[in-house]
Every structure is written in structure tokens, then in C-alpha cells.
């Protein structure tokens, strides 16, 4: 009664090294396929295609400081809606 009841170590010897041939076929055509993709693509801009600043230079420039909220102690700290001002005041810097 003495049965073979596993494949014998040739058979999934053989079996192993397809599915490794299967695992990197399928990564040498990843790698194709996305060079494919990436040579579709336009290439990087030069530099006269470059944005330029402005000669009065930066515009708009918003400067921001947080003023201090006083609690007294033993209030409940502020929720954020509860905050003067969101708790930033903003001007313009020329």
C-alpha cells in the first residue's frame, strides 16, 4: 500500500521555472510598454518656453501674521469659528 500520492521533484521543478519565465516575460513587456508610453510624451520645456517675472518683480505678495488671542484662565479653549479673525490679519506688502 505504498502509494505516491506527490508529483515527483522533476515535475514541479519544471513547473517552477515556467511560471519564472512567465514572471519575467510579463515584467520585460511592462517595461516596454511603458517605455512606449514615455516616449509618446512631449518633452521638457526649453528654456526661452520658460515663465519669466515680471521686471516690477513679484505681484501681490500677501504677508501674514498671527495675532495672539488671550483666554482667561479657566474659560474653554476657542473652537476654530470662535476665533477673532480666523486668527491671521493680512496687508499688503508694495
Known sequence: MNEQLAAGSGTSGILLAIVGVLVVA???????????IKAREP?????EQQPRLPESGPVGDVVESREP????PGEQRLTPHEVKGNGTASHRRR
Open 69 to 72: 488671542d488671550e483666554l482667561v
Open 43 to 47: 518633452g521638457p520645456p526649453l528654456p
Open 26 to 36: 510579463v515584467l520585460l513587456a511592462a517595461f516596454v510598454w511603458g517605455r512606449r
